[in-house]
């Protein structure tokens, strides 16, 4: 046991010599105090507020994506690929106990001693042993290499966790997003229908005319192509709403009369929510994908730890306990008991570079994984900060085209009755109408860019994930 004891001091003395693990700065990337486009910090509106929760069709689909969605159930099962990894590097720290039986038969031939040797008369030549064993195996992981092992398994277990949680993240925005495609479709083409109304009023007033004889027929004609340019645009909505419907489907893991059927479901208005404040440091614990990358920093950082331990002595200890007989009955006698125990050391002398090549792949992953994590921050700070600046964008937008919509509206009203009362040309109707076409559905769709506007600001800044 002195020996042992020497040797190991030996071997340890000869690994710190071959010099540290190297030193991998990770300093933490500077954030700025606030946001650019962040509205005032005393707003009192809440995140999920910026989702459609309200509308019936989003609760289906998502629920429905949730139970079922094949990226996140992908997602999950590596989660418990990481556990299962994480629960492996933690029993390896512990015996390897096991327990086997034998039965050996052995034929041995008297000539091999020669033939001048008395005693290979009285040798049995044909024995069967009867046994069974108890085996024990303990590595005394002294100097931490399968700790680090496991400290690096449970880290992925993070890592793998808040990857999932990004997968949710995007699962829950791109539903809301479709659902809030949907809705604006609804009302472009509500719109849509209100023009197409308004433009066969217009050419009925003209056949009127024209019947009456006070109208040239050309009237009647570019009223009419001005009502089927209307009906046109409603159809080529369509080819929308299927594209829509292909996505959910691709979504939440259901067939096209499922989704279908829960787009049916009434939803409420589009409207525009008040953006919630927010510091570009909260982004930190909000956001998954910059949670599962310093996850794996940490990861990384222990694997390093793990191959630098590679250096150093490994100590085994062994016992092994059993019974051994020559006869079945004899098995569980007193005599038959036999046992032995040893310890071992094992420590590497000349690898000709195989552990340095370990540490310094294992280096060059920490800082790999280093700069991952900072541009996870820094994707964040930008997708946070663009959401914002959008946000404000689209409402001026949406503010602006509700605006003329009403003013080409009323111009076209006033144009009509200039007409009835022969004040104005048909002519001048009829542009009035085709300004005010249209003018409706492109102040749904900068209403529904709004409503999106609002989707990826809550992407953004976490949405609903709760760093553990």
């Not at 040797?7 to 990770?26: D, H, K, Q, V, Y």
């Not at 008991?337 to 920490?366: H, Q, T, Y």
């Not at 930008?382 to 937008?397: K, N, Q, T, V």
Request: glycine share 6%; hydrophobic share 50%.
């Amino acid at each position: 046991m002195r020996r042992l004891i020497v040797l190991t001091m030996s071997a340890s003395l000869a690994a710190c010599a071959a010099g540290p693990a190297p030193e991998i700065a990770t300093p933490a990337p500077e954030l700025p105090q606030d946001f650019f486009y962040a509205p005032d910090s005393t707003s009192e509106a809440a995140l999920d507020a910026l989702m459609p929760v309200n509308d019936a069709a989003y609760r289906t689909l998502s629920q429905a994506a949730l139970e079922g969605a094949p990226s996140l159930a992908e997602a999950l099962a590596r989660v418990d690929a990481a556990r299962a990894g994480a629960r492996r590097a933690g029993s390896e720290r512990l015996p390897n106990i096991g327990v086997d039986a034998n039965v050996t038969g052995t034929r041995t031939n008297p000539d091999q001693f020669g033939s001048s040797a008395q005693f290979a008369q009285f040798i049995d030549t044909e024995r069967v042993s009867y046994g069974t064993n108890l085996t024990a195996r303990w590595d005394a992981d002294i100097f931490g290499q399968l700790r680090a092992q496991e400290r690096a398994a449970i880290a992925r277990i993070d890592a793998a966790s808040a990857s999932a949680a990004a997968v949710r993240l995007a699962l829950l925005g791109e539903i809301a997003a479709s659902v809030s495609d949907w809705r604006v479709i609804e009302a472009r083409s509500a719109a849509i229908t209100s023009d197409v109304e308004a433009a066969q009023r217009l050419a009925g007033l003209a056949r009127t005319r024209e019947e009456a004889g006070i109208a040239p027929g050309f009237d009647r004609v570019r009223a009419e192509a001005a009502a089927s340019a209307s009906r046109s645009r409603l159809a080529a909505l369509q080819s929308e709403r299927v594209r829509i419907v292909g996505r959910l489907i691709t979504l939440t893991g259901k067939t096209g009369a499922e989704v279908n059927a829960a787009l049916a479901q009434a939803g409420p208005a589009l409207r525009q929510q008040a953006a919630p404040a927010a510091l570009p440091s909260q982004l930190l614990a909000n956001r998954p994908d910059v949670a599962a990358a310093a996850a794996e920093l940490a990861a990384t950082d222990a694997e390093l730890a793990a191959a630098a331990r590679a250096r150093f002595p490994k100590l085994t200890l062994s016992a092994v306990l059993g019974l051994l007989a020559f006869n079945p009955g004899d098995l569980f006698d007193e005599d038959s008991l036999v046992g032995s125990l040893a310890a071992g050391v094992a420590a590497p002398l000349l690898d000709f570079g195989r552990i340095e090549a370990g540490i310094d792949g294992a280096a060059a992953n920490k800082r790999a994984a280093f700069q991952a994590y900072r541009g996870a921050v820094y994707q964040a700070l930008g997708d946070a900060e663009a959401a914002y600046g959008l946000i404000d964008a689209a409402d001026a937008e949406a503010a602006l085209a509700q605006d003329e919509h009403e003013q080409l509206q009323r111009a076209a009203s006033l144009a009509n009755d200039r007409y009835r009362a022969g004040l104005a040309s048909f002519l001048e109707v009829l542009e009035a109408r085709r300004a005010a076409d249209a003018s409706g559905e492109r102040a749904a769709a900068a209403l529904g860019r709004a409503q999106r506007a609002r989707i990826v600001l809550w992407q953004a800044l976490g949405g609903d994930f709760v760093a553990d």
